[in-house]
């Protein structure tokens, strides 16, 4: 089977290629699932790059490890070089493992959270049963595939991090990107209103027509005036960040009293840097946030209600997002190269099969 793998970390491109590789075969509770779509998402920039084992190089119970880990229990350690790459996507359930749950889904048309060493951007996936998601008939193929990392994750930080409420402010950057539009038709649904910061025209007339209460180009407009302003000088309780460095810092200037900011992402590649007394004296707070990680510390039952959840929105339209070009399996460098392309209007996916 085309396997999309990276053979050596980079910042470039060049060490991502198509490979022919054996199809896997599903153990006990998994499940094979021949994949359709696949969407290119921040997640697997930083496979190609190394960003995430640079990352987890630093942390504590990693001290002294020659193979970094994603957690204290050393239970999910950074895939070892090739890995294929993918981190979600939708496709059918050809064959399964023993257990009820994986045989419930064989032939169903599933939603799935890959990630390496065995990713998504491959022709057949196999996964553990509990990470594929039915879908309804009448989602399309397109956003099925772009059903779970960027709804599962705005729905979490707002509503189980961040536990937004109804009449308040949330700043947020990246505003025009696939997850900032689906943050403001939550705010319509939940009932707070957004600070959207943006950095170019065209990204502030998209989000001005999505919905967005207040639009900043942070290119040409001050921040902290404008949300000086829109809050009467109260500042504002909420915020989401995935750029970092410059942007972070002033977006944190912005957090009222007792606030909360949460890290999703690091666009900008550059550190956040603030004085002490920038959280010390209106009493603030940011935490991180990474999805794997985040989904690891809930319960069960605390995700199948999240996913039961995003169902019934995704029914109601609020997860939709625009899709700039499909690309062939073979052009992944071009895909890749368009992902990662300033003011792009959608998201770019890529066809692993045909139905």
Known sequence: MKSIQVSKLSSGFENVSVQNVDAPNPASGQVKVRMLLSPVNPSDINFIRGDYRLALQAMI?????????????????????????????????????????????????????????????????????????????????????????????????????????????????????????????????????????????????????????????????????????????????YAMDCVGGSLATEMLRCLSIDGHMVVYGTLANEPISFSSRDLMMPVTRMSGFYTPNWLSQQSPLTILTILHRLKKLQSAGIFDASVERIFPVEDVVDALNLATTPGRGGKVLLRMSER
Request: with cysteine; glycine share 12%.
């Open 61 to 237: 119970w990693n001290v002294g490890r020659d193979t970094p880990s994603f957690s204290p229990t050393q239970l999910l350690p950074y895939p070892a070089l090739p890995y294929a790459l993918g981190g979600e996507g939708v496709g059918i359930v050809e064959s399964c493992g023993k257990g009820w749950l994986a045989k419930r889904l064989l032939g169903k048309r599933v939603a799935v959270a890959g990630g390496p060493p065995n990713g998504t951007w491959q022709e057949y996936c196999v996964v553990d049963a509990k990470k594929a998601l039915p879908l309804p008939p009448t989602l399309s193929d397109e956003q099925a595939a772009m059903f779970i990392v960027n709804p599962l994750s705005a729905y979490a930080m707002l509503s189980k991090v961040l536990k937004v409420k109804s009449g308040e402010w949330l700043i947020q950057s990246a505003a025009g990107s696939a997850l900032g539009q689906i943050v403001i038709r939550l705010s319509k649904v939940f009932g707070f209103r957004t600070i959207n910061l943006v950095r170019s025209t065209a990204s502030a007339e998209t989000v001005k027509m999505a919905g967005g209460d207040v639009v900043v180009d942070t290119t040409t407009e001050d921040i902290c005036g404008i949300v000086a302003r829109a809050t009467k000088g109260q500042g504002v309780r």
